[in-house]
């Protein structure tokens, strides 16, 4: 079974305050990472995967299977960054496991 | 630029009516999906279609049903609506193989009275 823990339901930070959103999966397989991101009032939308390994809008993720994870970070966060976070997991096929959510706060 | 569209943002159904969720994607993608969306609770799968007349349950398939006649268009049917059914409903559509993304609707909020 692939299962996908976010702990924190909300997340608040200030204005330029380093974040990180936490994801922790469990899968047997060799598994496929992504973070997808929904601002307020639009749709849900890809922000990030592993193996692209790349920095979108200033966020990074690092998949580190010793420990399960694949942590969120952004080393100064914006305002804009407020928004809805999922982690997801590919496992088997195109099935996507998608995580419980954190919501970023970004306040000045 | 991927378009999926959902046949109605808002909808307001009552306990027992047969309800019809309508979701079109542009980009002949063979891959379509159904989830749910509750606080909490994250994005649920309840459904998933590989290609025409082709379907899956995923992890709540529960009092849902689903339908494919046409590469383009995924519906997700509730038999007999259920006021635990009340959710933000989203389709989203991939292209084909394991490694593509996933491009989302913008969501149909039911409420079932």
């Known amino acids: 079974a692939q299962r996908v823990t976010q702990p924190e339901k909300l997340l608040s930070v200030f204005k330029g305050a380093p974040v990180e959103l936490k994801c922790n999966y469990s899968?047997?397989?060799?598994?496929?990472l992504f973070w997808y991101v929904q601002y307020s009032r639009q749709r849900l939308q890809l922000l990030l995967r592993h193996i692209s390994r790349e920095s979108i809008k200033g966020f990074t993720a690092d998949l580190n299977k010793g420990e399960t994870s694949f942590h969120l970070k952004k080393p100064f966060a914006q305002e804009e960054d407020s928004a809805m976070y999922y982690c997801?997991?590919?496992?088997?096929?195109?099935?996507?496991?998608f995580g419980t959510g954190t919501r970023l706060q970004v306040t000045l | 630029d991927v378009k999926v569209t959902q046949s109605s943002r808002y909808l307001v159904k009552r306990t027992g009516e047969k309800v019809f969720l309508e979701c079109v994607q542009d980009?002949?993608?063979?891959?379509m999906f159904w989830y749910r969306q509750d606080p909490g609770l994250g994005l649920r799968l309840i459904y998933f279609?590989?290609?025409?007349?082709?379907?899956e349950k995923g992890d709540i398939p529960e009092g849902y049903s689903v339908s494919r006649e046409k590469k383009e268009r995924f519906s997700l049917i509730l038999e007999s609506a259920s006021t635990n059914q009340t959710s933000m409903y989203l389709c989203?559509?991939?292209?084909?193989?394991?490694?593509?993304?996933?491009?989302f609707g913008p969501g149909t909020r039911l409420t079932v009275l």
């Open positions: 989203a559509s991939s292209l084909q193989s394991s490694t593509d993304t996933q491009y």
């Open positions: 279609s590989y290609d025409v007349k082709m379907k």
């Open positions: 997801a997991l590919r496992g088997t096929a195109s099935k996507l496991t």
């Open positions: 899968y047997s397989g060799s598994p496929e």
């Open positions: 980009m002949d993608h063979e891959n």
